[in-house]
């Protein structure tokens, strides 16, 4: 099994997760996309840097790490939404974001701290 990550580029904490992914689980890593049984979205909100195509060939798990309540209007549910037709499975780093996000997807919702 391979797994693709795709970090923010944005010098944030999804850039240091995809570090120490790559450096601590090289066996599981690929750079390449096309060679990726799954392609996790370590900052979600960067889905649509990804080709639609592929993301629908690959199984998707995106880390959802926080929702700014004041800040999700409708369009962020919209587009929410929009990734969930692509999106297999999330991961949460807290209860709080699962609660956040359950009633938005009938997707998996795993929490790891």
């Given at each position: 099994?391979?797994?693709?990550?795709?970090?923010?580029?944005?010098?944030w904490i999804c850039d240091r997760f995809t570090e120490e992914w790559k450096k601590y689980?090289?066996?599981?890593n690929t750079e390449n996309i096309l060679e990726a049984d799954i392609i996790w979205l370590?900052?979600?909100?960067?889905?649509?840097?990804?080709?639609?195509?592929?993301?629908m060939q690959k199984k998707v798990v995106a880390s959802v790490h926080h929702i700014t309540p004041s800040k999700f209007d409708e369009r962020e549910k919209q587009l929410f939404?929009?990734?969930?037709?692509?999106?297999?499975a999330y991961?949460?780093?807290?209860?709080k974001?699962?609660?956040?996000?359950?009633?938005?997807t009938t997707k998996p919702i795993y929490t790891f701290p």
């Open positions: 099994m391979k797994i693709f990550t795709l970090p923010s580029s944005e010098n689980t090289p066996e599981l370590l900052a979600d909100w960067c889905w649509n840097q990804i080709d639609s195509r592929i993301l939404a929009l990734r969930d037709q692509v999106v297999d991961h949460v780093p807290c209860h974001t699962k609660e956040q996000i359950q009633d938005l």
